[in-house]
């Protein structure tokens, strides 16, 4: 009866002021009496408070089921520094161009378990060399175009808001990381070089087949050569992960991490650096579970920068962080 009276008034009524009419009426909600009205705006009230409290509480805090996100930089060049006791450590050094978050990423599986990811982009490029899917992708996002695009699966409470500028300072000096990067292409090389095979004999009885990887395959049976025999083929230019790299050194005024030893790849490529999950992510959870509190996270390193280590963080923090040494001094002499 009610849309039937509507339809019976609206009949002359412009189209526009009729729309207007019909959907304040259909959701306008009943007045309340006086005495209701005070119990309700209490009610506000009391929920009001109760959520303010809630939002005012401390930041999220890392733990040892979290997985954060990793970063994008740039491999510079091989370098070689001096701890405090006087040693020497050959260092890799990855600068961080302008990281930023582009997009969380939240998808549902089939057998209904949520994937959660945070999607990088790193290194400023023209908009002219940029194509107009990405543009839009960016302008959303409100960052500068970028030369690459990556995500780093996370868990739910490590997401990051979009337009975050990540900083060096998201790793703590101390921790250790893994770095995916694409090694070296070395063109085609034989099965010496590839596969560290001993070849024939250098001296007597061979002829022209020093370098020779000798026979590939059997006889009759099986008649053919199996898969993933080492051959002779093209070697290099793959990607390669690095595992369980220590951080030396954080210098936040520049973005630039150092980590311990040598990583894959050309000067000035594009590497991938996050938590080492072997021995930070795995070895986190493992001994939070047997309660070993005191080894959740590496010696010498109290918390990490959760959700990630921003560039706002870095500003209140020494632009330049090194990890103390805690063995021994190869220099103090034995008793």
């Known amino acids: 009866m009610l849309h039937l009276r509507l339809r019976a008034l609206q009949r002359g009524v412009p189209s526009h002021i009729r729309h207007l009419h019909t959907t304040g009426i259909v959701k306008a909600t009943p007045v309340a009496s006086s005495s209701t009205a005070a119990v309700q705006s209490n009610n506000n009230t009391k929920k009001k408070s109760s959520s303010s409290s809630t939002t005012s509480t401390e930041p999220a805090k890392w733990t040892a089921t979290s997985i954060r996100t990793g970063v ?3 491999k510079r060049g091989m370098a070689a520094i001096w701890n405090d006791q006087g040693v020497r ?11 930023q978050v582009t997009a969380n990423i939240r998808t549902v599986r089939r057998d209904h378990s949520v994937y959660h990811a945070v ?3 790193a290194s400023d490029r023209p908009a002219k060399t940029t194509t107009v899917q990405m543009l839009g992708h960016f302008r959303k996002a409100k960052v500068p175009p970028k030369r690459i695009v990556k995500e780093f699966p996370v868990t739910p409470d490590a997401l990051v808001p979009v ?22 292409g070395k063109g085609f090389q034989g099965g010496m070089k590839r596969w560290g095979f001993h070849g024939l004999a250098a001296s007597h009885g061979v002829s022209v087949s020093h370098r020779s990887s000798g026979s590939a395959g059997n006889c009759q049976d099986p008649g053919r050569i199996w898969p993933g025999k080492k051959m002779a083929g093209r070697m290099g230019n793959k990607r390669v992960t690095v595992q369980n790299l220590s951080v030396v050194r954080v210098d936040s005024a520049l973005d630039l991490v150092f980590v311990q030893g040598n990583i894959p790849g050309i000067d000035d490529a594009h590497v991938l650096i996050r938590d080492a999950k072997k021995k930070m992510n795995a070895l986190s959870a493992h001994n939070q579970a047997k309660g070993l509190f005191e080894k959740v996270l590496p010696k010498g390193v109290d918390d ?9 963080l870095a500003k209140s923090l020494p632009p330049v962080i090194e ?13």
């Not at 450590?89 to 990281?99: A, H, M, S």
């Not at 990490?304 to 706002?312: I, K, N, S, V, Y």
């Not at 990890?323 to 008793?335: D, G, I, K, Q, V």
């Open 72 to 74: 994008i930089a740039r």
């Open 89 to 99: 450590i050959p260092v890799t050094v990855l600068q961080l161009e302008n990281c």
């Open 119 to 121: 999607q990088v982009a």
């Open 163 to 184: 337009g975050t500028t990540l900083s060096a300072i998201h790793f703590v000096p101390g921790q250790y990381v893994d770095v995916v990067a694409n090694s070296i």
């Open 304 to 312: 990490l920068p959760f959700p990630a280590g921003t560039a706002e």
């Open 323 to 335: 990890a103390p040494a805690y063995r021994r001094s190869p220099f103090t002499p034995l008793e």
